[in-house]
Structures are given as structure tokens and as C-alpha cells.
């Protein structure tokens, strides 16, 4: 026979279980009811999902944020077919795509002759975790908005936008970037983009940034002042091709950990001055064609740059008075930064 400090502990056990049953069901009856009236997106495709939810409810905001869809909202270029997105077959029941506001749901991902969309709505459930690639070549989009991005399990964006050379506006203010670790070539070549509010990426997790703005050649300005570089190791070419653009503020990078930094502010024309004296180049291997070609570069501050690296033609294509300037001011730097191209072309 149980005695009383026993039975005691067995009733306040029943007492939490079916206090924890209760606040499950009626947790599961505000889902459900938020679900009936369309006010999450919470995926409703799968049922595996479903049998998972109602079987385990832990937190309601847990829940809505990992199982609610991404939402983005896209318009084409008028009267230009291609792909609008690159989904693999393997997980293309993942994307859920409806053209022109229908409820009836697309299962391509390309835009044919003729055809006159507006608009197109695609839906992501939470088993994608990758979205690389995701709109690599699509030159038939002039914008693209993030409308619902609640989910965190998104951790690699290498060549998201990249080669859309027809995108005019990005808007991704919902954008959720706090577990992606590769950014490289994110923005390639997305040579029609003006403007590009980054003021809400997390980068804490980063590792690869190289390629990211390359040829983003009409971009006026570019604020990265929310940028946590801690982590990452590659920027080349980062900045290569941007063209339009007239300052860039670096002040809060960190660059202990980045080992290539070649031609990353190649063809950076328009750029007058670039303060990069925060810059910690220990660990840099290769910073070859840096500059190359940034003929409106007047000031150039950097002081904490290693002499041991592979400097090859870094100056290239800068003013002579600049040259000058910087080989006067900082002789640690080695000579091979100051040669032309055609030196070894005679």
C-alpha cells in the first residue's frame, strides 16, 4: 500500500498532467481557429504536420514561427517569358505557387509566350531550408517582396538573386537571415537595382561573402552599418563592378577571420574615399587587384595592412597621384601592389 507522502506526489502528478492536457487543448482550439480564419499561414499541406500538432503543442509562438509559410510576392517583366524561380522536382510540392491572386495553385515555374500575369504569390513550407539558387537567372523579374517571413531555419542563400539583371526592387524588410551562414554571390549581377535596404540582416553566422554585390554596377548607396562580418572569411571580389556606387562606410567590419580579399573593390569607379583603417589583414593570403580600376579613389587609409601578402597588382588602374600618395605613406606595402598591368606584357 502506497503510504501518504506517496499517494501525495501521485495526485499533484495527475493534477500537471492534466493541467498540461488542458492548456494543450485549448491551445490547439485557438490554432485551429486561427487556421479556419486564414490569420497564420501555418502549413496545412502536409499531414504529418497536422498529426504532429495535434498530438504536441509546446508554445503557440514557437509553433507559428516554425511551421508558418514564407510568402513572397513577384511581378514580371511584361511580355518577358523564362523561369521565375528554380524549384528541383524533388521539392517542388514544397512551393506552393498561385498566379494573378487565383486560389487554383500552379505547379510550373516558368512564364510562357503571351501569358498576362501580374502578379505571382508562392508559398514555402518549412521543410525548405535552403535557398540557393532560388531565383539565380531570372530575368523575368522586376520585383520581388518577402511579404511573411516568420521561420529562422533558413541557412544558406549562395546565388539567391543572382544574374537577375532585370530586378528593380527587392523589398526585404520580413527577410529572417539569423541562422544563414553562406551569402556568396547572393546579389550577383543584379545590375538594375538602384536601391537595397540590408538594415535588418543578421549576419552573426556568416562565413562566406564573396561575390555578394558583384556588378550590382547601379546601386547609388549601400548601407551595411548592421553588418556583423565576426565570422567570415572570404570577401572576394565583394564589392567588384559596383560602379554606381560614391561612398562606402566599412567602420564596423571585422576582418580577423577573412583570408581573401582579392578584387574586392575592383571597378568601384565612382568611390572617392574609402576608410578601411579598421581593417585586420593578419589572416589575408591574397588581396591581388584589390583597387583595381577605382580611378576616383582620392584618400585611401590603410595603415594595418600585412606586407606579407600576396599583393599583386593591387593599385592597378588608380590614379598616379594616388599611387604616389600611398607608396610615400605607407613603405611596409609591397612593390608588386604598385605594378601595371602591362609590365609584364612587353
Known amino acids: 500500500m502506497n503510504s501518504p507522502s506517496e499517494l501525495r ?15 494543450d487543448y485549448f491551445l490547439q482550439k485557438l490554432f485551429n481557429y486561427l487556421l479556419k480564419k486564414k490569420s497564420l499561414d501555418i502549413i496545412k499541406y502536409n499531414k504529418n504536420i497536422k498529426n504532429r500538432i495535434n498530438i504536441s503543442i509546446k508554445d503557440y509562438k514557437e509553433y507559428s514561427e516554425i511551421y508558418s509559410s514564407i510568402e513572397i510576392e513577384i511581378k514580371p517583366v511584361k511580355n518577358k517569358y523564362g523561369k521565375f524561380i528554380n524549384i528541383d522536382k524533388g521539392i517542388k510540392k514544397y512551393y506552393h505557387i498561385y498566379f494573378n491572386n487565383n486560389k487554383k495553385e500552379i505547379k510550373r515555374n516558368n512564364l510562357k509566350n503571351n501569358e498576362n500575369i501580374k502578379i505571382i504569390k508562392i508559398i514555402i513550407d518549412h521543410q525548405i531550408k535552403s535557398f540557393e539558387n532560388l531565383f539565380e537567372d531570372c530575368e523575368c523579374i522586376e520585383y520581388i517582396c518577402f511579404k511573411k517571413f516568420y521561420r529562422n531555419n533558413i541557412n544558406n542563400m549562395n546565388c539567391m538573386f543572382s544574374e537577375c539583371s532585370s530586378l528593380k526592387e527587392l523589398n526585404l524588410s520580413n527577410f529572417n537571415t539569423n541562422n544563414v551562414t553562406i551569402m556568396g554571390w547572393m546579389f550577383y549581377n543584379c545590375s538594375s537595382l538602384k536601391e537595397l535596404n540590408l538594415s535588418n540582416f543578421n549576419t552573426n553566422n556568416v562565413i562566406d561573402m564573396g561575390f555578394m554585390f558583384y556588378n550590382c554596377s547601379s546601386l547609388k548607396e549601400l548601407n551595411l552599418s548592421n553588418f556583423n562580418t565576426n565570422n ?29 580579399m582579392r578584387s574586392m573593390f575592383s571597378d568601384c569607379s565612382s568611390l572617392e574615399e574609402l576608410d578601411i583603417s579598421n581593417f585586420n589583414t593578419n589572416h589575408v593570403e591574397v588581396m591581388e587587384w584589390m583597387f583595381f580600376r577605382c580611378s576616383s579613389l582620392k584618400e585611401l587609409n590603410l595603415p594595418n595592412f600585412n606586407n606579407d601578402t600576396d599583393m599583386l597588382y593591387m593599385f592597378n588602374g588608380c590614379s598616379e597621384q594616388l599611387r604616389n600618395k600611398i607608396r610615400t605613406q605607407y613603405k611596409n606595402l609591397n612593390e608588386y601592389a604598385f605594378y601595371e598591368y602591362y609590365v609584364f606584357n612587353k
Not at 9 to 23: G, P
Not at 234 to 256: D, I, P, Q
Open 232 to 260: 567570415v572569411a572570404n570577401m572576394e571580389c565583394m564589392f567588384f563592378g559596383c560602379s554606381s556606387l560614391k561612398e562606402l562606410n566599412l567602420s564596423n567590419f571585422n576582418t580577423n577571420k577573412v583570408t581573401d
Open 9 to 23: 506526489k501521485e495526485k499533484t502528478k495527475s493534477k500537471n498532467i492534466f493541467k498540461k492536457l488542458k492548456s
